[in-house]
């Protein structure tokens, strides 16, 4: 479990292909700090660290999570957002967000206004019912509040904090980014799905 708030950044360093997967080789200041099996947060996707090297550490993407999540498009030198998971007594600055990316969304406009960025960005509208306005969303990563949604479209604002330390300063009309849904909200329309379902009689 994460909240949403970047502790720092990563830059991929070198990237091994074979059977499906993918290893990728990450290099960070937190590196000292991490642990094999821990999970940590790539761009809003929970890996786990298999291996650590110096300030270089190895996670491992499988097919799926390749097939579904921009992973797939990663290329040596990118720079990537991370968190490591929410420890019990940590203030939850963000929100809960599961590490499991919903969906690929596409940023269709980026705009300067007041000294922080508007982003709109594109989503499968599939996802439609689980944004809400003034409610909250996971991009890449970070935790924002999503507002003028759409069944297709919304807007978050990025401050410029934010913007200076996190992957959000390389992002352009026509990226593609990670997308977590809020996990009350596919709670909430799961329960709503079996209420409205047919009682079987009792026995």
Request: hydrophobic share 40%; glycine share 8%.
């Amino acid at each position: 479990m994460f909240t949403g708030i970047i502790e720092a950044t990563g830059t991929i360093h070198h990237i091994q292909a074979g059977d499906g997967n993918r290893e990728f080789w990450i290099e960070s200041n937190i590196t000292p700090e991490l642990k094999i099996d821990q999970s940590v947060a790539h761009n809003g996707v929970c890996l786990t660290v298999v291996a650590i090297n110096d300030a270089q550490y190895r996670v491992t993407a499988v097919a799926e999570t390749l097939s579904k999540t921009t992973l797939s498009n990663w290329r040596a030198g990118d720079t990537v957002n991370l968190e490591r998971s929410l420890r019990i007594g940590d203030r939850l600055d963000g929100h809960f967000v599961q590490g499991h990316v919903d969906a690929v969304a596409r940023c269709i406009s980026k705009e300067e206004k007041g000294g922080s960025w508007l982003f709109r960005f594109e989503f499968p509208a599939a996802f439609a019912p689980l944004l809400v306005e003034k409610g909250s969303v996971c991009i890449d990563g970070v935790s924002l509040t999503a507002f003028e949604v759409g069944d297709t479209a919304f807007t978050v604002t990025i401050i410029p904090y934010t913007y200076e330390h996190t992957g959000f300063r390389d992002i352009v009309a026509g990226t593609a980014v990670n997308i977590e849904f809020d996990v009350l909200g596919k709670y909430f329309l799961r329960g709503q799905s079996l209420s409205a379902r047919p009682q079987m009689p009792a026995s």
